[in-house]
DNA sequence: AGCCATGCACCG
DNA sequence: CGGTGCATGGCT
């Protein structure tokens, strides 16, 4: 059996709003087997395989991300990372800003879903950490290996 | 490992 | 022709 995280959530950097300038529109995923859960699986031996996401926000829209693993490293290149692009427009009209907090999940019926906590709602957890590691958070997993 | 950056293709 | 995303390299 896998692990079956059904929700993440993700501290923005200034590169994934956009305000560094960049237009790179994706953020990345570490690669890290609960986090992977999460989405749905890839197939590795395919150059830089990818999925399609639908994502639900708070009001009921829907969005389309790209989950994709970009792994030329083994097809002569230097890449071997996960994104999640496509949400430059989902963050624009969001407003989100660098430290705000993405919260993605995933229901009983691998419906996505999306929303979002301003830096200046975000709170402290009971031991007192706001903001770990990465910045990646698994909020709720459910299963074991 | 994670964030920053960009040339080019595509599309309105 | 300006905005967006792909694919990739660079920097710390």
């Known amino acids: 059996m896998t692990f079956e995280t059904r929700s993440i959530t993700k501290v923005l950097s200034a590169n994934d709003t956009g305000e560094t300038g960049g237009h790179q529109a994706g953020i990345l995923v570490p690669r890290e087997r609960r986090l992977l859960s999460f989405f749905p699986s890839l197939n590795e031996k395919d150059y830089n395989p990818r999925a399609h996401l639908k994502f639900v926000d708070a009001s009921g829209l829907e969005w389309e991300f ?30 989100l800003a660098a430290d705000d907090e993405v919260i993605l999940s995933r229901s009983e019926a691998d419906e996505y879903s999306i929303d979002f906590k301003r830096k200046s709602e975000a709170r402290p957890d009971e031991r007192g950490v706001l903001k770990l590691g990465s910045g990646w958070k698994i909020v709720d997993m459910e299963g074991r290996r």
């Open 66 to 95: 790209a989950f994709i693993y970009y792994n030329n490293k083994f097809f002569g290149g230097t890449r071997n990372e996960y994104r999640l692009t496509r949400m430059t427009r989902f963050i624009r009209e969001a407003g």
